[in-house]
Structure formats: structure tokens, C-alpha cells
Nanobody, 127 residues
Framework: QVRLVESGGGLVQAGGSLRLSCAAS????????MGWFRQAPGKEREFVAG????????YYADSVKGRFTISRDNAKNTVYLQMNSLKPEDTAVYYC????????????????????WGQGTQVTVSS
């Protein structure tokens, strides 16, 4: 059983920063790409950022490109999302997810390609 636990969410003013963490357990973390998604009230879950299994390739949604950075530490079984220059429209519950495919070379932006999800962490950005 794979378990993903997010932390690091909270309330921050516009322009501020937060760092989300996602600790993984239950399978060989380093063999799978990881992604961050978010869901705002009344909206569908959307892809935010992803990192390949080796950490060598990353991909971002246009809305966060240049402001957010995804990284992973395979020795700690943890993936991070550094969020800078936060905007009120970044307010959402943020989820980390593990890709279902071993050693997938391309970061996938589709939620259905991720088979394990964390419980989510709330990020609220005030104006």
C-alpha cells in the first residue's frame, strides 16, 4: 500500500512563498514520476507540476511557470513544491500524486495516469 502525506500548506499574503512537501512510503519511490495537482472550490482538479522518476525532467502548468519549482529527494522519498510570488488565484487544496507507470520518461499531466494520491493540503493566498 502506497501512502503519500502532504505538508506545508497554510495562509500567506499575495507575493509570499510556501514550500509543500510530500512524503511517500510503500513502494520504491525513485522508480516513479510524481506530480502536484490542485483543486479550488467549484473547479476541477488541475495539474500544477511534475517531475520524472530520476528528477531530471520537470514540467509545469503555464499558470505557475517561473513561480513554482518541483523537486525530489529520492534518498528521503520526498517530493517538494516551492511556491513563490503566490497569487490569490493559487488558493486551492494541493495534492501530490504518484504516477502509475514504472520509469515513465514523460511527465504526465493527466490525473488518471496517477494511481496514488495524498489527502491534500490547503493553500490560501490573501490579497
Amino acid at each position: 500500500q502506497v501512502r503519500l502525506v502532504e505538508s506545508g500548506g497554510g495562509l500567506v499574503q499575495a507575493g509570499g512563498s510556501l514550500r509543500l512537501s510530500c512524503a511517500a512510503s510503500g513502494r520504491t519511490f525513485s522508480n516513479y514520476a510524481m506530480g502536484w495537482f490542485r483543486q479550488a472550490p467549484g473547479k476541477e482538479r488541475e495539474f500544477v507540476a511534475g517531475v520524472g522518476w530520476s528528477g531530471g525532467n520537470t514540467y509545469y502548468a503555464d499558470s505557475v511557470k517561473g513561480r513554482f519549482t518541483i523537486s525530489r529527494d529520492n534518498a528521503k522519498n520526498t517530493v517538494y513544491l516551492q511556491m513563490n510570488s503566490l497569487k490569490p488565484e493559487d488558493t486551492a487544496v494541493y495534492y501530490c500524486a504518484a504516477d502509475r507507470t514504472l520509469h515513465r520518461m514523460v511527465v504526465n499531466t493527466t490525473a488518471k495516469e496517477y494511481d496514488y494520491w495524498g489527502q491534500g493540503t490547503q493553500v490560501t493566498v490573501s490579497s
